[in-house]
Antibody, heavy 121, light 108 residues
Framework: QVLLKESGPGLVKPSETLALTCSVSGDSISGTSYYWAWIRQPPEKEPEWIGSIHLSGSTPYNPSLKSRVAMSMDMPKSQFSLRLSSVTAADTAVYYC?????????????WGQGNMVIVSS | DIQMTQSPSSLSASVGDRVIITCRAS??????LHWYQQKPGKAPKLLIYAASSLQSGVPSRFSGSGSGTDFTLIITSLQPEDFGTYFCHQSYRTPRGTFGPGTKVDLK
């Protein structure tokens, strides 16, 4: 059973860079059957796709966030990371790391517990 | 971008009721449509993938149907643990995607 766990700050100042890491156990992030993703959910709203990363190096990002997003993988540590620059209050949300099944046509079949991030001075 | 709508936005139902939630895409997405259940303070949980495939471990009272632009999630006999918010999610341009606005199911 795959487990994902986010780590990172709970509070970030406006204009700074948010950095989160996802630790994966029970599965290998170097496989080809899955993408690894970041999804966020503002309070009382639906989830929003941030971006995903694959062993192949493909990193499809949400076009609305693309200029501020960078994702990377650390395979020996079984971790992948998100950096979101120039944050504003609109970036306040619960940030989830997740696994996307290629065979499941892109369904998100595993989620982390979530990391609440508040952007405030 | 592909936009997703859901109806109703909320509903009240009793244990044992049949519940139907619909999801519509702004353009054809074939069967790249998935359903999730979310409880307060928890991550979403995958129920149905590829429009009609039941995720492992999910009770058979959940079913999905549809293709193209119109999709349906049916709960045949609502149980107390089924209350929460349900989201549809399209992944037509895999692995990107957009989520519907959600349908909140609560106790009548």
């Amino acid at each position: 059973q795959v487990l994902l766990k986010e780590s990172g700050p709970g509070l970030v100042k406006p204009s700074e860079t948010l950095a989160l890491t996802c630790s994966v156990s029970g599965d290998s992030i170097s496989g080809t059957s899955y993408y690894w993703a970041w999804i966020r959910q503002p309070p009382e709203k639906e989830p929003e796709w941030i971006g995903s990363i694959h062993l192949s190096g493909s990193t499809p990002y949400n076009p609305s966030l693309k200029s501020r997003v960078a994702m990377s993988m650390d395979m020996p540590k079984s971790q992948f990371s998100l950096r979101l620059s120039s944050v504003t209050a609109a970036d306040t949300a619960v940030y989830y790391c997740a696994r996307i099944s290629v065979r499941g046509l892109g369904a998100v079949d595993a989620w982390g517990q979530g990391n609440m991030v508040i952007v405030s001075s | 971008d592909i936009q997703m709508t859901q109806s109703p936005s909320s509903l009240s139902a009793s244990v044992g009721d049949r519940v139907i939630i619909t999801c519509r895409a702004s353009q054809s997405i074939s069967n790249y449509l998935h359903w999730y259940q979310q409880k307060p303070g928890k991550a979403p949980k995958l129920l149905i993938y590829a429009a009609s495939s039941l995720q492992s471990g999910v009770p058979s009272r959940f079913s999905g149907s549809g293709s193209g632009t119109d999709f349906t999630l049916i709960i045949t006999s609502l149980q107390p643990e089924d209350f929460g918010t349900y989201f549809c999610h399209q992944s037509y341009r895999t692995p990107r995607g957009t989520f519907g606005p959600g349908t909140k199911v609560d106790l009548k």
